[in-house]
């Protein structure tokens, strides 16, 4: 190698060295906007109506959201209820600064990975609009709720898929079910990119197929496995009152997937068509920026460019089905943010999309 | 200017702009008949913002058919909270001096002009006194409350006087924009002196005059 040369190359080098430095500082400055989010969304207190996810545990039998109870359940040898309702809410704060933390590392490595500028400004700017939109301040009004960890486990089996590692992927999604069953509805989106990569990509089809329906199977034996005597004696012994625990039993636990979409066909739908199009399209907005973004960073690098864009929105709009089952629209909407971002993510990873060179 | 980078320009304003307009927007958080808008612990001036009005402009209706606005409505007594004063069978209040009754909790309604109205009538132990009547709207978190609970209060009408068993007490007020986005309407009785008894409250929109 000539002297031109490798100073050629020791100056591009520095130069990628110093776009690295600059990327990740306006990243995690972007980060900032998601804490203000979650700063403007926190609920004060514990709401009664979420206690149950905290009280109720395997101690009767297995049930359906019994894990993150099972876990505190040792915690109230130690201390009471009451002294656990503002642990609960820094725990759920500290899981919503997480999932910010993560997300910067998914954007700062698809930075990384690009080599064309104005991709990696978008994708900068796109972090920028997710944190800035519903989806923290939504994520952190249900301090009580499990969303959470249930966003958590998605972007941790996301973080290894990425990485190829796929068992280490399906043993972390086993988990979401047992926090909720309507975790399925959140891997929609990585589903949906795995087995569209399976008929792309030759590699690891096997893997990435279990993987996509591990969640599914799960949550049909939790379901199966559900003990209602263990929830009669978990309900039975939760001080709530008799209208909050009537509620659960009918609403939480009572329904079943044609019974909830009964209810929302009959009652909550009609008549309120005109709000649910503007709780729709308020949400929705930050989702079809960060789609967009996706088609600019990677169309030209998609083999498959048509297919594939068929494929993003799909899985950018896949959690929203649970809006036929539940009545919280906003929490369930800001759902469709996160998916954009998983979709963006994965837009750019070679394990989940077919690419093309990166001509920059 | 090649077509990537009118593309770039315009998509990256785009998120630029929608990051800036979520980020001072308030917290929507909607069901299908109903939408609470809270700002929970960021500066006051943060609702002073286009993307605060404009937030509360695209939501202004959304509580029309509130069926709990609805429940509250019909027998508004009957929801309010006591903090020293005394609910009776008939969901009406003994209040004496330094008694008070607001409520009801979260009381969203949409923006506009409306007249509050509260019947007085007399028991065993009340009958006539001094109170302070107040129609207010107070932006707190969902979960948030109390008697002087909540971040922002704003008096939209007042009335302090006498009141005898059988008066009737208007009280006209406007609701606007941001506040009915933002904030739950509250009403509140104070005693002054001696007792009252309240046993309605009812409140009826103004309709807009025709132009």
């Known amino acids: 190698m000539g002297t031109s040369e490798a100073l050629t190359n020791g ?15 306006l990243l995690a400055s972007f980060m900032l906007a998601g804490v203000v989010g979650v700063w403007k969304g926190l609920a004060p207190a514990l709401d009664p109506r979420k206690e149950f996810y905290w009280l109720f545990s395997y101690q009767y039998g297995f049930i359906r959201r019994g894990l993150m109870g ?11 209820f009451a ?63 499990v969303d959470v960890y249930l966003m958590a486990v998605v972007l941790t089996a996301l973080w290894f898929v990425v990485h190829e590692r796929y068992v280490a992927a399906a ?23 795995l087995a569209w990569s399976c008929a792309m990509l030759k590699a690891d089809r096997a893997k990435k197929l279990i993987l996509a329906a591990v969640p599914f199977l799960c949550t049909v034996g939790v379901i199966w496995y559900h003990d209602q005597t263990a929830l009669r004696l978990s309900m039975a012994a939760w001080p709530a009152s008799d209208e909050v625990k009537g509620a659960h039993m009918a609403y939480t636990f009572g329904q079943t997937l044609h019974s909830s ?57 896949s959690p929203l089905p649970i809006v036929a089952l539940g009545w919280d629209l906003s929490r369930f909407l800001s759902w469709s943010n996160l998916a954009a971002a998983i979709v963006l993510i994965g837009a750019g990873a070679p394990t989940l999309t077919s690419l093309g060179p990166d001509d920059a | 200017m090649p ?57 202004a209706r959304y509580n029309a058919g509130s069926p709990i606005a609805a429940r ?12 020293g004063a005394r609910q009776n069978q008939d969901c009406a209040h003994d209040i004496g001096r330094g008694q008070l009754v607001y409520g009801p909790p979260n009381f969203k309604i949409p923006s506009g002009r409306y007249v509050a109205w509260f019947g007085f009538s007399r028991d065993e132990a009340c009958a006539a006194g001094e109170v302070r009547l ?60 001696d007792c009252v008894l309240l046993s309605r409250i009812e409140l009826n929109e103004i309709p807009a005059p025709l132009r």
Not at chain 1, 11 to 25: H, I, M, P, V
Not at chain 1, 182 to 193: D, S, Y
Not at chain 2, 72 to 78: A, D, G, S, V
């Open chain 1, 171 to 193: 043993l972390t999604v086993v988990i979401g079910p047992l926090i909720h069953e309507g975790f399925v509805f959140l891997w929609c989106p990585v589903a949906i990119m």
């Open chain 2, 134 to 193: 107040e129609v207010d709207t107070k932006w707190w978190s969902d979960s948030g409350g109390g008697p002087s609970g909540g971040r922002f209060r704003k008096t939209l009408a007042t009335y302090a006087g006498r009141i005898e068993p059988g008066d009737r007490i208007e009280l006209p007020f406007t609701l606007k924009l941001v506040d009915a986005a933002l904030g739950a309407v509250e009403f509140r009785a104070v005693g002054v002196s």
């Open chain 1, 261 to 317: 979409f009964d209810h929302m066909s009959r009652y909550e739908f009609p008549g309120h068509w005109g709000n649910f199009m503007i709780a729709v399209a308020y949400s929705l907005v930050p989702s079809l920026l960060l789609l967009w973004a996706a088609v600019f960073c990677y169309w030209q690098r998609w083999t498959a460019r048509w297919p594939t864009l068929l494929v993003a929105v799909a899985a950018t709009l």
């Open chain 2, 72 to 83: 509250f409505r019909k027998r508004l007594p009957c929801y309010l909270v006591d903090a």
């Open chain 1, 70 to 80: 099972t876990l505190v359940h040792p915690l109230l040898k130690v201390w009471s």
């Open chain 1, 83 to 145: 002294d656990l309702k503002p642990m609960i809410i820094g725990a759920h704060v500290i899981a919503c600064v997480a999932i910010i933390v993560a997300l910067q590392m998914f954007f700062q490595d698809a930075v990384r990975r690009n080599q064309r500028w104005e991709a990696r400004i978008t994708l900068a700017l796109s972090f920028l609009c997710l944190m800035g939109s519903p989806l923290m301040p939504v994520l952190a009004h249900d301090a009580g709720y």
């Open chain 2, 3 to 59: 077509r990537r980078a009118i593309h770039a320009v315009v998509l990256n304003l785009a998120l630029v702009a929608g990051a800036a307009f979520y980020l001072l927007s308030p917290t929507v958080y909607a069901y299908f008949s109903e939408v609470s808008m809270s700002y929970s612990r960021v500066p006051a001036w943060f609702a002073a913002t286009a993307p605060a009005s404009m937030t509360a402009r695209i939501f």
């Open chain 1, 11 to 25: 100056r591009l080098g520095a130069t990628a060295a110093s776009r690295g430095r600059a990327a990740r500082a």
